[in-house]
């Protein structure tokens, strides 16, 4: 094993034991998903987190996922990976992603409906999608207002062959405490058990980063997305495999 390798294990291992800690705390026996989010970082250290137990990945940019994803891999390091798209969708880049088998984290308005819509009915693929919710009403910040939420799922959960698995969030950077990140990760927990009984597939809650896993699993988080603390400080780009002839 390589040093960096070791580090990816060794930083795994404690997020494990805080999102242990903090169901622990919660009283939750159910499980918290762990979704690595590995933009900017090397094919390799995602093999080495895969290695140390990780089994879903995530990523932000349609090129990078999908450089990576195409990567031959003969050993099947990354074989029976469970793959998540987290970042913004622009909808002319959404046809790059139907048919990968993948969760899109962030649904936030109907005209990407309407387009995974178009690409799963033609791929004859069901696309599982979140739907992302502001639920600061952060002008910052991506997603469909909280007021708007209900609408959006509702639009979404009429389309055959979008399924909306649950909701999405990112707190305002402001929310540097965890209490008052908790308030905002209440705030879709409370939306969330509202729209199950009208949509039951409408289950997960993907809230908490490395900062604030610990208050997102208190309010009910099914999913976290933790990047930096499992593979350190980000590159400056995305990573993209080199080319043997770019041209
Ligand atoms: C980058 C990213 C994360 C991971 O953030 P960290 O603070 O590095 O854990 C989570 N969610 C989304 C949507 C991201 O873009």
Redesign the pocket.
Known sequence: MTTDSDQVADRLAAVRDRIDAARARAGRDDVVRLVA?S?THSWESMAAAVAAGVDEL?E?RVAELVGKQDLPDPHGRLAGVTWHF??RLQSRKATDLVGRDLLV??VDRRSLVDRLQRLAAREGVVQRVLVQVNVADDPAKAGCDLHEADELVAYACRHPDVEVQGLMT?PPLAASTAGEAGRYFARLRTLRDRLVRTWPTVRELSMG???DLEAAVAEGATMV?????IFGP?GDGPWLPATKDAG
């Not at 997305?225 to 603390?229: A, K």
């Open positions: 989010v933009k995530g932000n987290v970042g984290h962030a990112i980063m490395s900062n997305r933790v990047g930096t603390d980000r």
